[in-house]
């Protein structure tokens, strides 16, 4: 029995002819994440780094959204050669490091996700999900066809690094975080400050001008428009976690802060 495994990321944004929009799955729900692969989106970020997400979780999430046509990303909390090789195992074909600041953090995180010789990648196909557990004719001659791997620059040195980074052979795309690059700025929770989005850009430019597709963080419309505009190959516009606060809120002030300010003028 042979099986074919799907196209990466990658290959999704070399075809694309417009800006992928994605959102987070932050939930740590498979549940939440099959609803969110079925709306439409291009992609979907599964994140280890600021959610509830374990191994077994992101492994039931990547099965839940696996009969969609969405792409699937998972941010893994650190770019550790351990959590790298478990993550990958696990059949994650998508992969994002965050707080990637040097070419040199961007050349070992290539070594990586490859198989010796080219890197350093522990070899378990026959026990992964990865390979499908060998029915994956020649996986791992042919491992770097079904992995992507896009870092994460979020601070002033990784602005400064873009292009050096976006230029390291493997690094298949580079995602601009503007929260914690405006924290890294001195400028804390001010995301869409003009000097802020005046450094996302600087980046886009660099990165651009490498070759490579680049990607931004962005749940304001205008500012997502903006940097659509910019060059943006890739946008996340929302977050599961996110759209269920503002929808459980918007509910609520109309069933029950509007009945009880009816209630109070009797």
Not at 24 to 48: K, R
Not at 172 to 182: E, I, K, R, T, Y
């Amino acid at each position: 029995m042979s099986l074919h495994l799907s196209p990466t990321f990658r290959d999704a944004l070399s075809g694309a002819d417009r800006a992928l929009a994605g959102m987070w799955v932050c939930s740590g729900s498979p549940l939440v994440a099959e609803i969110c692969a079925g709306s439409g989106l291009d992609w979907l970020l599964i994140d280890m780094e600021h959610s509830p997400n374990g191994l077994e979780s992101v492994l039931a999430q990547l099965q839940a959204v696996a009969a969609y046509p969405v792409s699937p990303v998972v941010r893994v909390p650190i770019g550790d050669v351990v959590t790298l090789k478990q993550v990958l195992d696990l059949g994650a074909q998508n992969i994002l490091v965050p707080m990637v600041s040097s070419a040199e953090e961007a050349a070992q995180l290539v070594e990586a996700v490859r198989y010796p010789p080219r890197g350093r990648r522990g070899v378990g196909s026959a026990l992964a999900r990865s390979a499908r557990w060998n029915r994956v004719d020649d996986y791992l001659a042919n491992a770097d066809e079904h992995v992507s791997l896009f870092v994460q620059v979020e601070t002033v040195e990784g602005v400064e690094a873009a292009g050096t980074i976006a230029a390291v052979d493997g690094i298949d795309g580079v995602f601009v975080g503007p929260s914690d690059l405006a924290a890294s700025m001195g400028l804390l929770g001010q995301q869409t400050h003009a000097d802020v989005a005046a450094a996302v850009v600087r980046a886009f430019d660099a990165v651009l001008a490498a070759g490579k597709p680049v990607g931004v963080n962005a749940f304001d419309p205008a500012a997502a428009q903006s940097y659509v505009d910019a060059g943006a190959g890739f946008v996340l516009v929302g977050a599961d976690v996110a759209v269920l606060a503002r929808a459980s809120e918007s509910l609520a002030a109309r069933w029950v802060a509007a009945s009880d300010g009816n209630r109070s003028s009797y």
